[in-house]
């Protein structure tokens, strides 16, 4: 069975640092690796996707993630925070062909002036 | 423009009736999707569809029911048997091999 563990539940920056919001994933099998955006009181938004190929994807905002298979890990970066980044990220797996995804618990970047 | 509608986006049910929540897509995909969101819990699969008239059960399907009788429409029932059924409700959709895209939800309450 998959498992996706997001170690930080909530993350504080200043606006203009950078941040690593961490993911890591447990899986038998090859898999396809997903960040989403939830902003207040709304669904999720796809920022990227890891389907094959580079393993550094890059995303929508500014934001990146690198797949590491002997880590099993698919961390998300951003070089320069913005105050509208402030949002819950899910980071989720899948395994390849089939469409159930499993979700990590979030974590919520807050960032002030 | 193509995308998913969920309906109500706030909803109230009083102990030991059904309510039912909208989930509506414009997009052609097969297959549907209902999540339940809870604070510091991540989202849960409740049931899922590929194809019309056919639905599975998701890990947390106790106290829920769906159907699938048309491709754009996947109707959530929230019955009196959920004994917790207080959360946000997420729909998505997806086609083969392509992330799931997500409606704006709603959020039942229990008066």
């Known amino acids: 069975a998959q498992s996706v563990t997001q170690l930080d539940s909530q993350v504080p920056v200043f606006e203009e640092a950078p941040v690593e919001l961490r993911c890591n994933y447990s899986?038998?099998?090859?898999?396809?690796l997903f960040w989403y955006v939830q902003y207040p009181n709304q669904g999720l938004q796809l920022l990227l996707k890891y389907l094959s190929g580079s393993t550094l994807v890059k995303g929508i905002n500014g934001f990146e993630a690198e797949f590491n298979k002997s880590q099993t890990s698919f961390h998300l970066r951003k070089p320069s925070v913005h105050i509208s980044d402030t949002a819950e990220y899910f980071c989720?797996?899948?395994?390849?062909?089939?469409?159930?995804?499993?979700f990590g618990t979030g974590t919520r970047l807050l960032v002030s002036p | 423009d193509g995308g998913i509608t969920q309906s109500p986006k706030y909803l109230f049910r009083k102990e030991g009736q059904n309510v039912t929540l909208s989930c509506e897509q414009n997009?052609?995909?097969?297959?549907m999707y209902w999540y339940r969101q809870d604070p510091g819990q991540g989202l849960r699969l409740i049931y899922y569809?590929?194809?019309?008239?056919?639905?599975q059960k998701g890990d947390i399907a106790e106290g829920y029911s769906v159907s699938r009788e048309k491709k754009e429409s996947f109707p959530l029932t929230v019955t009196s048997a959920q004994k917790n059924p207080t959360a946000f409700y997420l729909c998505a959709s997806s086609i083969s091999n392509q992330p799931q895209h997500f409606g704006d939800g709603t959020r039942l309450s229990i008066l």
């Open positions: 899986s038998s099998v090859s898999v396809y």
């Open positions: 997009l052609n995909h097969d297959a």
């Open positions: 569809s590929q194809i019309v008239n056919d639905f």
């Open positions: 989720a797996v899948t395994e390849r062909g089939f469409q159930k995804l499993v």
